[in-house]
Nanobody, 123 residues
């Protein structure tokens, strides 16, 4: 059974940094796309960053370019989201997803999802 477990969320002041981790178990994800999405109440889930299976293709939402970095460690079956210069508008539940069948920034494309991690940025 596949599990994705996010960790590293929490409360941070504006301008601060956090690193989210997503540990996968149940199968190897070294050759599949993985992504980070976020969602706030009443809004659709949006992709903030995604990385292809090879690591050669990376997507960032315009709102996080230059501030967020997605990294994968295939040896650990883990993907990270390094977030810096955080803003109050980054407050959301962040979800890890794995195994995209098509567009790596499309939430409907992903097969597996984590349970989510709350990130709250105070002003």
């Amino acid at each position: 059974q596949v599990h994705l477990v996010e960790s590293g969320g929490g409360l941070v002041q504006a301008g601060g940094s956090l690193r989210l981790s997503c540990a996968a178990s149940g199968r190897t994800f070294s050759s599949v796309a993985m992504g980070w999405f976020r969602q706030t109440p009443g809004k659709e889930r949006e992709c903030v960053a995604a990385i292809s299976g090879s690591g050669g293709g990376i997507y960032y939402a315009d709102s996080v370019k230059g501030r967020f970095t997605i990294l994968r460690d295939n040896a650990k079956n883990t993907v990270y989201l390094q977030m810096s210069s955080l803003k109050p508008e980054d407050t959301a539940v962040y979800y890890c997803a794995a195994d995209a069948r098509y567009g790596i920034n499309n939430p409907g494309s992903y097969e597996y999802w984590g349970q989510g991690a709350q990130v709250t940025v105070s002003s």
